[in-house]
């Protein structure tokens, strides 16, 4: 069974600098997609960034990027720059390719930017 | 961009009531929409997946007679909390994709929040 693993339940990091949440996953599947999405205090989820599990070049979104280890199953976000808008839940996802299934989520993490 | 809406955002009932959330794709065609709820400071808890003119598959341990789902339409599904019971307070999302997408991705609504008196 496919799972994902996110080990930091709460975060913090100061305004301006930069964090990086962890993210591990565990699947036999060669071809797949993992997702990063943001869920901030509204409560709607967003998608962050997306990355295809054959494309070797991590993905990356103005201030936030990945670092994609396909050997070691990593998938960590690294956020630059941080905002006080990046204070929200971030959730770590996996699908298969071609899968219309539900997304595998990991268990979130917290975190806070302070000023 | 692809727009999924939830409605209604904030939802208070008496117990033994019943209760619609509507979980619409705005800007394409959804065959497949998923339900989720969500506990304070968890992740969320998938309930079951809505397929466009069939029945819904539950997850394991929830009740298909208590939370009815209806996708009537490629761009609609309905959650239907029966004879809500304080329990049933909790925080409802649903998740569509676009029919033939083959990236995954999911769009997520804004979120129902359930309280039962």
């Known amino acids: 069974a496919q799972t994902v693993t996110q080990s930091q339940p709460e975060m913090s990091v100061q305004e301006a600098e930069t964090v990086t949440l962890s993210c591990t996953y565990d699947t036999s599947e060669n071809n797949y997609y993992l997702f990063w999405y943001k869920q901030p205090p509204s409560r709607q989820m967003i998608l962050v960034i997306r990355q295809e599990a054959y494309k070797q070049q991590n993905a990356t979104e103005n201030r936030f990027s990945v670092n994609f280890q396909k050997a070691a199953k990593s998938f960590s976000l690294k956020i630059s720059d941080s905002q006080l808008g990046d204070t929200a839940m971030y959730f770590c996802?996996?699908?298969?390719?071609?899968?219309?299934?539900?997304?595998?989520f990991g268990k979130g993490t917290k975190l806070s930017v302070k000023p | 961009g692809a727009v999924v809406s939830q409605h209604p955002s904030r939802v208070i009932c008496k117990s033994g009531t019943s209760v619609k959330i509507e979980c619409r794709s705005l800007d394409f065609q959804a065959t497949t929409m998923f339900w989720y709820r969500q506990f304070p400071k968890k992740s969320l808890m998938l309930m079951a997946t809505?397929?466009?003119?069939?029945?819904?598959?539950?997850e394991q341990g929830v009740e298909k007679d208590k939370f009815l789902i209806n996708h009537a339409s490629l761009t609609l599904s309905t959650l239907t909390v029966t004879s809500a019971h304080p329990e049933d307070s909790s925080f409802y999302i649903c998740?569509?994709?676009?029919?033939?997408?083959?990236?995954?991705?999911?769009?997520f609504g804004e979120g129902s929040r359930l309280t039962v008196l």
């Open positions: 998740s569509a994709r676009k029919g033939g997408s083959g990236t995954g991705e999911l769009f």
């Open positions: 996802a996996f699908i298969s390719r071609g899968s219309q299934g539900n997304l595998i």
């Open positions: 809505s397929n466009e003119g069939s029945k819904a598959t539950y």
